[in-house]
């Protein structure tokens, strides 16, 4: 799964790629400080990254790069994204990550 770098608030944060929540009706992508300035780094916003173990992710051209404290990194919630998942006609339910009947 293929994450991306973005910008909130003048630093750097990987966006995991987008997740149905397993019993709401959300979708969500969790944020992930690396403690990069944008403004030092501008070309890697709008890039995707792929995670590489060990708080550590992966450019394409392989670059690597490491979030703000490593493995032990805690992801930003108020930079996180979440969506609603509108319920779609003759579905009464959501569980397990969709819309049942």
């Known amino acids: 799964m293929d994450s991306e770098m973005v910008e909130?608030?003048?630093?750097?944060?990987?966006?995991?790629?987008?997740?149905n929540h397993f019993s709401l009706?959300?979708?969500?992508?969790?944020?992930?400080?690396?403690?990069?300035?944008?403004?030092?780094?501008?070309?890697?916003?709008g890039r995707t990254?792929?995670?590489?173990g060990g708080g550590?992710?992966?450019?394409?051209?392989?670059l690597c790069i490491r979030l703000e404290h490593g493995g032990e990194t805690r992801p930003s919630y108020e930079h996180s994204e979440e969506r609603r998942i509108?319920?779609?006609?003759?579905?009464?339910?959501?569980?397990?990550g969709r819309w049942c009947l």
């Open 25 to 45: 009706p959300v979708k969500y992508r969790t944020a992930w400080p690396t403690g990069l300035f944008a403004t030092d780094y501008p070309h890697f916003v």
């Open 56 to 62: 550590t992710y992966r450019f394409s051209d392989g």
């Open 49 to 52: 990254v792929k995670p590489n």
């Open 8 to 19: 909130r608030n003048g630093k750097l944060f990987i966006l995991d790629a987008w997740q």
């Open 86 to 96: 509108p319920r779609p006609p003759m579905k009464k339910e959501y569980r397990n």
